[in-house]
Structures are given as structure tokens and as C-alpha cells.
């Protein structure tokens, strides 16, 4: 096993990968390293709720989603490198309505993509199986809710130079956390 340091920054266009070796079988598993993805220089859109939103690539969508009423947000079409953010505007305690995000087209959800959900106040979450195109957000009518402002999802489109798998959307959830973009000049 190699160890690598860097000094500097580190750049992928493809994305990044972490590998898992069973220990039994040897097989390996790999998997999207996670995070948000770096905000710079994304444009910032306020969007109201609507039954129905189309998301900007490159953007991070504010939106004022309460659960009072349903929204179906659809994502862009993906293409490598594209982010989209939805952003929660307000608290979601305001009904058990969902807030969902669809793929445009024949476009997929990567495998195992994942976005938290309710089922009462317990948490769940909703699990993109293969070939799926729709992840939903049911809140519940309390306090209870772990997506509330702030909080944001960041959808990103990836594919991996090594492969043959067609761009897919993967998902990162972020629960109210503030990224920042330093930069140091000696």
C-alpha cells in the first residue's frame, strides 16, 4: 500500500474515488469521496416554491420550500462537471408535503445516492437504486426535521475516465454548514 503527500493543490476533473477491499472475498468496492463541492463561483438564484422548479447547472438555488405544499425540483441535463445546490430557505416544519429532485430526461441517480428523509419524526432516508430518477425529501410536521435552513443539497455529475458508465447525478447533503473559499498570498 502506498502513501502519497501532496504540497499543493490537489485537482481531479473526473472526480474523486475511495476504494474498499473485502477482506474476505477481495473484492473491491468503490465509491464517490464525499463533501460539498467547492461554491466559487457559482451563481446564486432565489427561487420561490412552486409545484414544479427546474434547477440552473452551475447555481446554488435558494428556496423557500416550507413542506406546506409539494415541490418537484428537476435537475439540468448532466453533463461532466455540472453542480447544482438546491438550498433550504426556511424550516421545514411546516407540513408532510415532499420536496423532490428528478433527473432530466433519461438521465440517472448514481447508485446508492442518498437524501435524507422522515418517516414521522424518526429520520429515514431515500436510496437511489440502479437506473433510478427520483429522490424524495418527506418532512415532518415538527421541529424534528434535520434539513431545515440552511441546509443544502448538492447534486454533481461525474464520470470516471476508466469506465463506460454514462454520467450520472451523485448526491452530497450538507446539514447547516458554512463552506469557505480562503486563498493565502505569500
Known amino acids: 500500500m502506498a502513501s502519497t503527500t501532496f504540497n499543493g493543490p490537489v485537482r481531479s476533473e473526473k472526480g474523486f474515488q ?3 477491499k473485502n477482506t474476505t472475498t477481495g473484492a473491491i468496492t468503490t465509491r464517490m469521496s464525499s463533501g460539498m ?9 432565489d427561487v420561490a416554491t412552486a409545484s ?3 434547477l440552473a447547472a452551475d447555481t446554488i438555488s435558494v428556496v423557500n420550500y416550507t413542506g406546506a405544499a409539494a415541490a418537484a425540483c428537476t435537475l439540468p441535463a448532466a453533463t461532466a462537471g455540472t453542480i447544482v445546490v438546491y438550498a433550504q430557505a426556511k424550516d421545514t416544519a ?6 423532490s429532485f428528478d433527473c432530466a430526461g433519461s438521465d440517472v441517480f448514481a447508485t446508492g445516492s442518498v437524501i435524507e428523509s422522515r ?3 424518526e429520520v429515514t432516508f431515500d436510496t437511489s437504486a440502479a437506473s433510478e430518477t427520483l429522490l424524495t425529501f418527506t418532512p415532518a410536521d415538527a421541529a424534528t426535521n434535520l434539513f431545515t435552513t440552511g441546509s443544502m443539497i448538492a447534486f454533481i455529475v461525474t464520470k470516471m475516465a ?6 450520472k ?11 469557505l473559499h480562503l486563498h493565502h498570498n505569500n
Request: glycine letters at 10%.
Open 18 to 20: 475511495v476504494a474498499t
Open 169 to 179: 447525478w451523485v448526491v452530497q447533503l450538507t446539514l447547516l454548514q458554512v463552506h
Open 52 to 54: 414544479t422548479l427546474t
Open 119 to 121: 418517516g414521522s419524526s
Open 94 to 99: 411546516g407540513g408532510t408535503a415532499t420536496l
Open 162 to 167: 476508466h469506465t463506460t458508465l454514462l454520467q
Open 37 to 45: 463541492p467547492d461554491l466559487t463561483g457559482l451563481s446564486i438564484s
